[in-house]
């Protein structure tokens, strides 16, 4: 099975930098994903990491550390749009595709 | 490209009846669709895969008998809830996903099922 760990909810003023971390304990493993998902619409891909190290994106990057069991996702130029929540998922090791996601990172970005 | 669509995006129904969700890749062949529920201030907790042509894979605590999936061709799949019940109340979101090394899911935008 798989366990993922996120924190709930975090805060953070607008222009600055944020990062959200994410640790799991897995039966398998076939990359991470982070997504973004606002309130009542469904998830948007922001990054995938299946090999350590750091994945950058424009203003996101995803960090991955396969022996530590760990992930962060890293905000930065913080806009108000970015208020959001940020589901990390961990893809199981089969072919099927298939991923668990953690509960969720409520993001509040402030003026 | 790689959109996903999902109809209706929100439905009422009456406790006792059956309602049916479509999810449709637009512009890719999905050999597997994930059939996704979400509670308010949850997460997505999968409740079943579908590959084309064969049965779909449900996960533990999921009624196959009373989520019914179809998955009849590379562009569509069905989720029918059968006899409804409150509870049943929540957003349902699908994914697709191609063969081979793609790795990404494409969701769907969701539907937003009420049972009164």
């Known amino acids: 099975g798989q366990n993922i760990d996120q924190p709930t909810e975090m805060t953070a003023t607008e222009g600055a930098i944020v990062q959200i971390n994410c640790t799991y304990q897995t039966s398998g493993f076939n990359g991470l994903f982070w997504y973004q998902q606002h309130a009542g619409e469904a998830p948007t891909f922001l990054s995938y990491n299946v090999l350590d190290g750091l994945e950058e994106k424009g203003r996101f990057s995803s960090f991955l550390s396969r022996s530590k069991g760990y992930s962060y996702l890293l905000l930065k130029e913080l806009q108000m749009k970015d208020s959001a929540s940020y589901l990390c998922a961990v893809r199981d090791h089969d072919n099927a595709g298939k991923s668990t996601f953690g509960d969720g990172t409520t993001l509040t970005v402030k003026p | 490209g790689a959109v996903v669509s999902q109809h209706p995006s929100w439905v009422i129904c009456k406790s006792g009846t059956s309602v049916k969700i479509e999810c449709r890749s637009l512009?890719?062949?999905?050999?597997?669709m994930f059939w996704y529920r979400q509670f308010p201030k949850q997460s997505l907790m999968l409740m079943a895969t579908s590959n084309e042509g064969s049965k779909a894979t449900y996960e533990q605590g999921v009624e196959k008998d009373k989520f019914l999936i179809n998955h009849a061709s590379l562009t569509l799949s069905t989720l029918t809830v059968t006899s409804a019940h409150p509870e049943d109340s929540s957003f349902y979101i699908c994914s697709a996903a191609t063969s081979g090394s793609s790795y990404e899911q494409y969701f769907g935008p969701g539907t937003r099922l009420t049972v009164t």
């Open positions: 512009d890719f062949q999905a050999t597997t």
